[in-house]
Each structure stands twice: as structure tokens, then as C-alpha cells.
């Protein structure tokens, strides 16, 4: 069965900290992972991996894929309350869609 | 990415009633999914919504309980029948147009049953 794990599942950080969130998957015919952030309802999209190594970044956010070791990171520079949400991580199950999500990092960011 | 339209954005309903939530996209779409997250926990799947055919569901879920239309690649339903408090959930649409874009949600609706 497919899985994606996340850790941790909360964290409390002060503005300005830099965090990192972890994702790791044991999906058959791996294709992609894919990190959305969640503030109320929908999901927000923010990288897709296919590739190892290759850095993904937009703004204060980056993240990486390691294909041998099966997993991700996302990281978060000189955070701010506004990075306040659920981290969502997921990758696509063994056919195509639909998405097999882990359960999420709740990150809060106090002033 | 394209837009998902989806209503109500939230609802508070009776036990024994049901609930239809749609979803309009903004371009043709292949595969649409209706996923579901509990309070506190992540999105579950509860079908893949096929155009022409019967939807395919995930397991614990059962055409009964959440029936889906799909009459066209544009537009998908999801009711919620017979409704108890622990169908309490937020619902979500999620569509994608090819295996390698990433899938996109609706704005989600936020069900309550009393």
C-alpha cells in the first residue's frame, strides 16, 4: 500500500527562524511528490519533485527530492506568522492521480 | 493551473438529510477527485469521479452514502446522503489535467451536521 509519512506533525518556531519539513514515501512506480500548504480549506500548490537533487525554490521556500533515500524536505527561511499553515505532503498513488497525502505538518509562527 | 468553482463553501445540516456539493472547472479536465478531511486529520480519498461511468470507490466508501455524478469534463457532484455528525468534514474537489501537472482544489466545503 502506498504511504507518505511526514514529521514532524507540529512545530512551533518564532519569526525569523528557518525550518525544514520532512516527507517520506514508499509508493510503487514513483512518479512525482508534490507539497501543497493548507490555511483553511484548499490546499495551495506549491512545488512539485520528479527529479533527485534538483532544488525547487520560490521566494523563502525550497525543496528537494532524494530518490535513492525516498524522501523530501521543504524548507522555510526567515519565516514569518503569514507561513503559518499545514504543510501537505503527496505524491501520486501507484496508477496516476489521485494523490496519497501524509498527514501534514502544522507549522505556527509566533511574533 | 486551472479553477475550481466549488459550493456551497459551507453548510450546516440536519441528520437524515442529504447534501449535494458541485464543482465547476474552468477548462476540460480528465480525472476529478472528491477527498475528504476530518477535523485535525489529512485528506482521504473517497472516489475518482469518471466522465460516461460509475465513479471508482476508495475502500470504506460506498456509492450509497456518497453518490457521484460526472456528466461532463467540466462539472462533478457529491452528495452526501443520510447524513449523521460524524459525516462532519471538510469535502474537497481536486482535478488535474495530465499525469504530469499537479492536481488542483477547489475551495472546499466546510459540512457540519447537527
Avoid at chain 1, 22 to 31: A, D, H, L, P
Wanted: one cysteine or more; glycine letters at 6%.
Amino acid at each position: 500500500e502506498d504511504k507518505v509519512v511526514q514529521s514532524p506533525l507540529s512545530l512551533v518556531v518564532h519569526e525569523g527562524d528557518t525550518v525544514t519539513l520532512n516527507c517520506s514515501y514508499e509508493v510503487t512506480n514513483f512518479r512525482s511528490l508534490l507539497w501543497y500548504k493548507q490555511e483553511k480549506k484548499a490546499p495551495t500548490f506549491l512545488f512539485m519533485l520528479t527529479s533527485s537533487g534538483i532544488e525547487k525554490k520560490s521566494g523563502r521556500l525550497s525543496s528537494i527530492l532524494d530518490k535513492k533515500e525516498l524522501f523530501s524536505i521543504l524548507n522555510i527561511t526567515a519565516t514569518q506568522t503569514g507561513d503559518s499553515a499545514v504543510y501537505l505532503c503527496a505524491a501520486p498513488n501507484s496508477g496516476n492521480t489521485p494523490l496519497v497525502f501524509g498527514k501534514g505538518t502544522r507549522l505556527s509562527v509566533i511574533a | 493551473s486551472a479553477v475550481i468553482s466549488q459550493k456551497p463553501s459551507r453548510d450546516i445540516c440536519q441528520r437524515g438529510t442529504s447534501l449535494t456539493i458541485q464543482c465547476q472547472v474552468d477548462s476540460q479536465v480528465t480525472m476529478m477527485f472528491w477527498y475528504r478531511q476530518q477535523p485535525g486529520q489529512s485528506l482521504t480519498l473517497i472516489a475518482t469521479a469518471n466522465q460516461g461511468s460509475e465513479a471508482t470507490y476508495e475502500s470504506g466508501f460506498v456509492i450509497d452514502k456518497f453518490p457521484i455524478s460526472r456528466p461532463n469534463l467540466t462539472f462533478s457532484t457529491l452528495t452526501v446522503s443520510n447524513m449523521s455528525p460524524e459525516d462532519s468534514s471538510i469535502y474537497l474537489c481536486s482535478a488535474d489535467r495530465t499525469m504530469n501537472t499537479e492536481a488542483f482544489f477547489g475551495q472546499g466545503t466546510r459540512l457540519t451536521v447537527v
